[in-house]
């Protein structure tokens, strides 16, 4: 067998990569307005997921088509994100200057309340891209799932954000690991928790029919 054939292994693997490195570069061009963010993480997701389910995916086509149909949506609860996240910051801010118990007290329930809103970030424009619904039922959507295996949420944050975090801190590595973050490691961190968001999911997608 010829190992660089399109069904090859090496072929396989080229043909994974070019499509991670294709979906990492329109989910950060398409991120650039800042406004936008939640719809192209849905649009990357809706991808991943698909690359997850079927083992391949026509990554043009289905990213835009996926950021047509849920461009209203992904935004307004990006925008809400961050209004809250915002509200969350001066509600810190102001507890740090607060004396005695009272600003202690409110930097915790902020700091509670700022977990509870990473986890709704992490969950919710991967379930905008598997399930079509109301804001509101797939807000209960990021409850289910959240809470029907915690461990899963525990994995998905720290391939999420530790990777982010060790990039900012090693200053040494922090071209190369720029370097990596620029040409896939957006994409290959969503499909590294599409394998979770997949276990979650695949109960209410039948092999014979697609999501969304």
């Known amino acids: ?3 660089f054939n399109e069904d090859g292994i090496w072929g396989r693997t080229f043909n994974f990569l070019g499509q991670l490195i294709a979906l990492n570069l329109l989910w950060m061009v398409c991120s650039i307005p800042v406004i936008t963010v939640g719809t192209s993480t849905t649009a990357l997701y809706y991808c991943v997921l698909k690359l997850k389910k079927d083992g391949d995916c026509s990554i043009w086509k289905q990213y835009w088509k996926s950021f047509r149909q849920n461009f209203i949506q992904s935004t307004i609860i990006w925008i ?3 209004v809250i996240a915002l509200c969350l910051w001066m509600e810190w801010r102001a507890a740090s200057v607060a004396s005695g118990g009272l600003g202690t007290i409110i930097t915790y329930i902020v700091g509670a309340m700022a977990v509870l809103l990473v986890i709704v970030a992490l ?3 991967p379930i905008v891209a ?3 619904n109301k804001i509101s039922k797939l807000l209960t959507h990021v409850v289910y799932f959240g809470t029907k295996n ?4 525990i994995v998905i944050a720290i391939i999420t954000i530790l990777p982010m975090y060790f990039t900012l801190l090693d200053t040494e590595m922090f071209p190369i690991l720029l370097f990596v973050w620029l ?3 957006f994409s290959l961190t969503a499909y590294a928790n ?3 968001f997949w276990k979650l999911f695949q109960p209410f997608f039948p092999s014979d029919k697609k999501q969304n």
Do not use: K, P, Q
């Open 80 to 82: 809400g994100i961050l």
């Open 1 to 3: 067998m010829n190992l």
């Open 183 to 185: 040409t896939c490691g």
């Open 194 to 196: 599409a394998n979770f």
């Open 130 to 132: 598997a399930f079509e």
């Open 150 to 153: 915690i461990g899963y949420v």
């Open 123 to 125: 969950y919710i424009f």
